[in-house]
């Protein structure tokens, strides 16, 4: 996939490459250009030399004649001033001349592209210029002959130095104007490929505009998961968009589960209010019939109604502490006091104060560990909560004569806790949202007001562990597990 830097890499490639075309056709048309002037100019004025050889006496059986040398010369110079026409002999060396003092800069001429142009090879060929002393340029040539016998050449200059000058200029004009219209059309077709390239470039940024500006937090549905990156991504705008991507899901599952949570907290509040209201509805109403008829109660009808009071009084506090209690585990102003010591010996204490509640029922408390169970290294206190507020649900929901058992049995790096009871259970449309708090204050509420089972799951989630319902043949069972002493720490499994 071509990325966005990728985009702008090729565009700067693409226009220099349009560039250095343009120069190099440019280049090929005037020297393209240069070459067929020059053939036709030399093919025009390939006659012109033998017409002065011809026409005029340049030499004798004596030599040169220089006065009458320059006197042509100089006549056909001021006729054309393209032309520079020279006297050579058969050696090629100048013999006669019309040029400027100071202007000539060499002293012989080769003679083998004239040969050449006297046998006829094809046009343009190009011969020393004697005014540059590297120069050449088209000529025309003619052999001399004086009394039948060779005597040296007329070597005609078809682009003298005047019509070199003015040539030169034009042709700067033209190089100035048309690498104007090359940059010009460079520059079009540059804009032309940046629009492309910056259209290609900015798609992914409106796309995830586009996104950002759609994206609801209240949404319905939630956001689909975002794709992952390829391995060793570098395309910014993609790693910027994936990151955008899993910052809205996020936020849009933090948003649910705050909704969530408030929901949760508006129903624990409704419950906690209605479970409160009962006994003190009842609490004030026998409170005010003991003030209103005082005078008219018996001592044992005083003493009832003082003791339905008290048992509601009792109930309302109750159900007070498990609220500040709850509330202090889930805002985390409870600190663990770690120590070690022996699970058994914790449950013994704890089913000793069911004893009697349990024997009023008919009720059988069982407590099944092995010996020599590993220590368990956590907080006394909590445990103890932990077990008791599992043992009065148990036998709250154990019906009359029925049995609540608890199995002691040690896993890797922890010690595993089994409440078991044979009452109805749990129902299976609460058993998912058992330990949240509108589920809670359901079909098992007790004297706490339902929190028994919040707190547990608080505690034992301070442990670094979980707490579970498990399925059961009869009642229900809560399984959870405390890190063995010998442990190292956070090993051994979390129950979720």
Not at 248 to 273: F, K, M, P, T
Not at 297 to 314: C, D, F, K, M
Not at 322 to 345: I, S, T
Request: charged share 20%; net charge neutral.
């Amino acid at each position: 996939m071509i990325t966005p830097n990728l985009w702008q890499k090729l565009a700067a490639v693409i226009a220099a490459l349009m560039l250095m075309c343009c120069m190099a056709l440019l280049a090929l048309q005037m020297r393209a250009s240069a070459r067929h002037e020059q053939e036709v100019v030399q093919r025009l004025s390939l006659g012109l030399a033998e017409h002065i050889a011809q026409r005029s006496e340049l030499m004798d059986t004596s030599g040169m004649r220089d006065t009458a040398v320059r006197a042509l010369f100089g006549q056909l110079m001021a006729v054309n001033p393209s032309v520079e026409v020279y006297l050579l002999d058969d050696q090629g060396r100048i013999l006669g001349h019309d040029a400027p003092s100071g202007h000539l800069l060499r002293d012989r001429v080769d003679l083998a592209p004239l040969r050449r142009l006297l046998a006829g090879a094809p046009l343009p060929i190009l011969g020393d210029d004697p005014r540059s002393s590297a120069g050449r340029k088209v000529f025309s040539v003619a052999p001399l002959v004086v009394q039948g016998r060779q005597a040296g050449y007329v070597y005609v200059v078809l682009v003298g130095e005047h019509r070199q000058m003015l040539a030169d200029d034009l042709a700067a004009s033209n190089q100035w104007n048309t690498t104007w219209w090359s940059v010009l059309l460079v520059g079009s077709l540059g804009l032309l490929a940046g629009l492309v390239a910056f259209y290609w470039v900015t798609r992914p940024l409106r796309r995830l505009t586009r996104r950002i500006q759609a994206f609801d937090i209240d949404a319905p549905t939630p956001l689909p998961a975002p794709v992952p990156l390829r391995s060793g991504e570098r395309d910014e705008l993609k790693i910027l968009e994936h990151a955008h991507a899993q910052m809205a899901q996020r936020l849009g599952e933090q948003w649910q589960q705050l909704r969530q949570q408030d929901l949760q907290r508006r129903e624990l509040v409704a419950n906690i209010s209605h479970d409160l209201r009962t006994p003190l509805s009842s609490l004030h109403g026998y409170l005010e019939t003991m003030a209103l008829k005082e005078a008219t109660l018996s001592p044992e009808e005083r003493r009832r109604y003082l003791g339905i009071a008290l048992a509601q009084s009792a109930k309302v506090g109750r159900l007070a502490r498990a609220l500040f209690e709850l509330a202090r585990l889930e805002h985390g102003e409870v600190r663990l006091e770690w120590e070690v010591f022996a699970l058994p010996e914790l449950l013994q204490d704890v089913l000793q104060k069911f004893e009697l509640a349990a024997q009023a029922r008919g009720q059988y408390l069982h407590a099944d560990f092995p010996p020599g169970l590993p220590l368990v290294r956590a907080d006394l206190g909590l445990v103890e909560r932990v077990l008791t507020n599992l043992l009065d649900n148990a036998l709250r929901h154990a019906p009359d004569g029925g049995q609540v058992r608890v199995q002691l049995r040690a896993i890797e790096g922890s010690v595993e806790v089994r409440v078991a009871d044979d009452g109805p259970g749990v129902a299976p449309a609460l058993r998912a949202q058992l330990f949240q708090a509108p589920a809670a204050l359901g079909a098992r509420r007790g004297d706490n007001g339902g929190l028994g089972l919040l707190i547990v799951q608080r505690i034992v989630q301070l442990h670094g562990r979980g707490i579970e319902l498990r399925p059961s043949g009869t009642g229900a069972l809560f399984v959870f597990a405390l890190p063995r002493a010998d442990a190292p720490a956070g090993h051994g499994p979390a129950l979720p």
